[in-house]
């Protein structure tokens, strides 16, 4: 395990592996619009207009950004829907072919021999040989109580593979950030520019002391169920918070620096996003995950940005699917 360009930061270490599934020998799902809601064509501020971000990561300029209309799920992938994908196809996970995959040190439920490492930089996280979308925890744990939770430690090509068979896609960078808007210009989060208020919290994020002590104050360790709070105005639900989400875009901190100026941009995809068969490249992340705290990772805003490669896989990194428009 390597660390990635986050060190200090919530945001889930990389793993390298050696291989990993063939995608493209999986049967192509028939289109379906199951879970999704439709976005209207249109045109967005896209960016950090608050000056929040962190300058690396690559949230500035905002700049105008056209897209035309598409379907994107309301919530994020849960085990059950994931179940259902590995049922039908049989499909190894690049984590359980691997046999590691990265935990938070407080949710860690495996035999000590099982602890593998800490990621270097980010020691909250630990290499957990048998920590897999089975066994979110490690060897110990299970799904059986959390069926309608995001599916986790999936890398971004588990994610592909789940779209080609539920015939479905990955939402682009551009669409991710204009559906987790939910129809307000240019705002911090799904609804609206202050994080909560009377104590109420809005999505599933960290509380405390990170990375030590939680309060729970919104309830959750780790994953919440996707269902829980509120839905935004297009009827997303935990687009910020709960997991990271996988978009199909090659992750480039300069890529907004190079659309300004050619605005609007329209239904934009980054450079090098069509190699999808490469494994190191670095693809986009949304939404932050219930690590994130001001503190230090504060990209719980629908403009943050981060990545990880594309071969990657972490207890806090799911993902939600798109679709063009019919
Ligand atoms: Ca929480
Ligand atoms: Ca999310
Ligand atoms: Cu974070």
Redesign the pocket.
Known sequence: MTTDHHAGSCCAPAVDRADGADVATLPRGERSMRGQVRIPAGTFWMGDSHGDGYVADGERPVHQVRLSSYLIDAKAVTNAQFAAFVKATAYVTDAERDGVSAVFHLAVDAAPADILQRAAGVPWWLAVRGADWRHPAGPRSGIGDLQNHPVVHVSWLDAQAYCRWAGKRLPTEAEWEHAARGGLDRARYPWGDALGTGGR?RC????GEFPQR?T??????TT?PVTAFQANGYGLLNAV?NVWEWCHDAFRETEYAERAGAEPVVDPVAAESADVDDRQVPRVMRGGS?LCHDSYCNRYRVAARSSNTAESSSGNIGFRCANDAA
């Open positions: 919290w599933n994020i960290w509380q939680n729970l104050d919104d309830g959750y360790l919440a918070g219930y």
